[in-house]
């Protein structure tokens, strides 16, 4: 197999890459392990307030359907149930699809893996009907299954505050949400919106054990003041999110370390190519943003790639570029400026390899 | 800061730690290993760890194997559970004409002791159901096994820290050089140490601490990559030329070589070819899960034999390095105290000499 | 915390397990791994990478930016050995039996 373009991820990242540079002709495949496209959208029934204006607000679970849809008439190669599980010498890409392992040839390479959700240690945190928030999402809005009935919260976040809310909307009574972090460096708006939830949110507090038999009964909250025991059957960790970045890894491009972004994080440039001339990366991969984040890093990312595959002269690529760096900025502002401000020293360090 | 120590080995992979739990047993001198990352981070920590014998030629070089493989028994006694199992050893072949070669190659064993059996394919079958039908025979033995090389390295450092040995960890030697009688050994972060002897067992790094000193150690470093299947239930007991499996139930595979330097990646090519080695061995494997795979870099000699003894121009300053370095650190560890302390061994190594090397250059014949 | 916490959930290896390869020198993840083999289970350390980073920081006093990552290890995702040899007819691998015989030839 053979693309001018090979996508690896088909999540909102690598999805909006791929309908912008198929719209542009380019002949793109998406690599997608599962067997639908939409990744974490997929269970996002919530809606997207700060989408791109073109798509206006809806939901992550029609955003996918909207997605796979184009995506399937524009000419895409989705590649469903297929695994990059490793690379050839040559740096050429090694693909399975459960039957068969080949590789796969590809002028550009773009990396949209995503995030993956950052578990939390304490006792008990291994035993049944402790999960991530993602984990509890897919439950309630995939599966249609209810995770349990009474609940904590581990982390109190605009992700957890979803989820809560989600939870008790489908009539599982939400305790209280635990948070390591004091009051004061806690987001306003954020509290305000557990409040008028009526929604507790313990603050500097964590958890310091969970117990049970075959599964979670009990936790114990610990804080300053007070311990507190809880009588539960399901805690939900949001602890953060990192960037998914292994096949970045087995491609040999070279990687920092930036908090702020999520950790460990591949070089990239104001096109987002990393230090392999031919891998791009965007969306979560290149650093825990925003949806809108997400959609327009993978904008620019194929920006650049257009350029380099010479369908956008310099001149027009860099006006775009512009533009959807402006947009990034506008996209990254508020509880996401540290982002951007990450972002942007990443950029600035980045000094393309001597070719 | 300037350290005195009566012996400074470089290198704490099996065969640097194996020699310092040797030279310690006695207990007479004050010994440092130096190494410039953490044990097991190199080639000691990256292999299927067999103790392998039976194919090991010329038989001379089979009967050293043959030595260390009868010391781990012994060696277990002394530092500790090492996971050492006497499994027996199946080296398969495919073609019925190969059953000649095997025949001399088994006769040419015995001739040390070495006793290796030709098997047809029923005896194979016999042996380990699970084998491919295809196969037209195999050369055995009993004598062969394996350990858990990373508990036999960790086991080889506890001893020797109980015995009073220091270990130096992350701290890469930078330079080395001979005063006065005495080796002054430059490290990175622990200033210098001076040795009245020094021991090289760098592994594939061993090249470049001979340059300190000055002398061309003729090594090549190959890579071998390695795949680990997920734990399966018991599927065969014996060490199988190219395979084995460990107490946990992960199947080890992997006979590959590639010379492209200090490159610990694994690449799908060779990840595909180990597969297809070890679905046409074993059939059954076809079904199994592979979990992870990972490279080590061998080092070897330019002729494949074992370097081991004192420099001949370099008074004190002593060379052990060489492939098989699980088969071999019982033996070598014992040679190299027996040398050190007592200035003989009870086995000649005149053989394992670096000295062989130039004198290859000089046109004259080694061996 | 309590020390007989599980970290790595694949292994069932615990803080006193990684703390006690700290003690013998181990400074980052794939030291504490061949020791215990904390990481080495069919998760390949997806879940606990983090969790043994901030154990490592915690007890070596070493920024977080510091403690390496785990090596990361081909195949991504496991894949059944039938599945990688679907279209290989041969192999490049070398085998043993061959090796010693033709030693035997030229050695011998």
């Known amino acids: 197999m053979e693309f001018e373009l090979v996508i690896i991820g088909g999540g909102p990242a690598g999805l909006m890459a791929a309908l912008t540079a198929a719209e542009k002709g380019v002949k793109t495949a998406i ?73 796969i040839y590809a002028k550009k390479i773009l990396v949209t893996t995503g995030a993956a959700e950052q578990a939390a240690l304490f006792p008990g945190w291994t035993l049944p009907g402790v999960m991530t ?89 610990d804080n300053d003041v007070l311990k507190k025991e809880r009588e539960i059957d399901l805690v939900c960790i949001s602890n953060g999110l990192y960037p998914v970045t292994e096949p970045l890894e087995l491609l040999d491009c070279e990687f920092t370390y930036i908090e702020n972004l999520g950790g460990r994080i591949p070089k990239y440039g104001s096109s987002f190519t990393t230090s392999n001339s031919s891998v791009y990366v965007a969306g979560n991969a290149a650093g825990i943003t925003c949806i809108e984040g997400i959609l327009v890093t993978a904008s620019i990312a194929v920006t650049g790639i257009l350029e380099d595959l010479a369908i956008l002269n310099n001149i027009e690529a860099k006006k775009q570029k512009e533009i959807l760096w402006t947009e990034l900025l506008k996209a990254e502002t508020g509880r996401y400026s540290k982002v951007h401000d990450a972002r942007i020293s990443l950029v600035n360090d980045f000094l393309p390899k001597e070719i | 800061m300037d350290k005195y120590v009566d012996i400074a080995i470089i290198g ?155 270990f130096s960890f992350y701290n890469p030697v930078i330079d080395i050089k001979k005063e006065s009688g005495f080796f002054r050994i430059t490290t990175k972060n622990e200033g210098t140490y001076t040795a009245e002897k020094i021991i090289l067992a760098g592994g594939p790094w061993t090249k470049e601490l001979g340059s300190f000193l000055g002398i061309d150690i003729p090594v090549k470093q190959v890579r ?23 107490d946990n139930g992960e199947v080890l595979i992997g006979y590959s070589k590639e010379e492209v330097g200090y490159d610990r990646r694994t690449t799908m090519e060779v990840i595909q070819d180990t597969a297809k080695m070890a679905v046409d061995y074993i059939p059954a494997l076809a079904n199994a899960n592979l979990v992870r795979s990972f490279s080590g870099v061998r080092v070897i000699p330019e002729d494949g034999f074992p370097i081991v003894g004192e420099i001949s121009n370099i008074k004190n300053a002593y060379l052990a390095v060489m492939h098989s370095g699980v088969t071999l650190s019982p033996l070598v560890g014992t040679l190299m105290a027996e040398l050190l302390l007592e200035g003989e061994t009870s086995i000649d190594l005149g053989r394992l000499s670096l000295d062989r090397f130039e ?9 | 915390m309590d020390k007989s916490t599980i970290v790595c959930k694949c292994e ?35 879940v606990c990478t983090n969790m043994v980073r901030e154990i490592i920081a915690a007890y070596t006093g070493e920024p977080m930016e510091h403690i390496e990552y785990p090596k990361n290890r081909m195949p991504i995702k496991i894949t059944r050995l039938g599945v990688l040899v679907a279209n290989q007819e041969t192999s490049s691998v070398v085998s043993v039996f061959k090796e010693s015989v033709s030693e035997v030839d030229t050695n011998g």
């Open chain 2, 359 to 367: 004198k290859k250059s000089n046109g004259a014949v080694v061996q």
């Open chain 2, 12 to 166: 704490s992979g099996v065969v640097g730690s194996s020699i310092a739990y040797h030279l310690s047993e006695s207990r007479q001198k004050e010994i440092i290993v130096i190494d410039k990352g953490f044990p097991l981070s190199g080639t000691s920590g990256s292999t299927q760890a067999w103790v392998w014998v039976h194919n090991k030629s010329p038989s001379w070089y089979g009967e050293l194997s043959m030595y260390s493989a009868e010391l781990y028994p012994f060696l277990e006694k002394k530092i500790g559970d090492v996971e050492y199992k006497r499994t027996g050893g199946i080296a398969p072949f495919f073609d019925e004409e190969d059953r000649e070669k095997a025949l001399k190659l088994a006769e040419k064993q015995a001739e040390v002791g070495i006793k290796v059996e030709v098997l047809n394919r029923n005896q194979v079958l016999e042996k380990e159901p699970v084998l491919s039908s295809k196969i037209a025979g195999a050369t055995y033995s009993s004598i062969d096994g394996n350990v858990n090389p990373f508990r036999l390295v960790e086991l080889y450092i506890k001893a020797a820290k109980k015995n009073d040995v220091k």
């Open chain 1, 31 to 103: 690599v997608e392990e599962s067997f639908a496209l939409g990744g974490q959208l997929r269970q996002q029934a919530q809606v997207l307030e700060n989408l791109p204006k073109e798509f206006g607000k809806q939901s992550g679970i029609a955003l996918a359907k909207f997605f796979s849809n184009k995506v399937s008439s524009i000419g895409v190669t989705a590649l469903l149930g297929h695994t990059m599980i490793g690379t050839y010498r040559n740096g050429t890409i090694g693909v399975s699809n459960g039957k068969d392992t080949f590789p």
């Open chain 2, 224 to 246: 071998g990559q390695i795949l680990v299947t997920e734990p399966l239930a018991p599927l065969f007991r014996h060490t199988i030329a190219g395979m084995r499996q460990t």
């Open chain 1, 133 to 221: 928030i993602g984990a509890a999402q897919i439950l309630l809005n995939r599966e249609r299954v209810l995770p349990g009935k009474e609940a904590v919260v581990l982390g109190c976040n605009s992700i957890s505050y979803d989820i809560a809310k989600q939870l008790r909307a489908c009539g599982v009574n939400v305790q209280g949400i635990i948070e390591k972090k004091s009051i004061d460096e806690i987001d306003k708006e954020l509290i305000e919106k557990f409040e008028s939830e009526n929604i507790e949110v313990f603050f500097h507090s964590n958890i310091e054990k969970a117990a049970g038999k075959q599964h979670v009964e009990k936790v114990w909250i």
């Open chain 3, 12 to 46: 069932e290896i615990n803080i006193d397990e990684i703390e006690t390869a700290l003690k013998a020198g181990a400074c980052q993840f794939d030291d504490i791994k061949r020791l215990t083999r904390c990481g080495m289970g069919p998760c390949q350390s997806k």
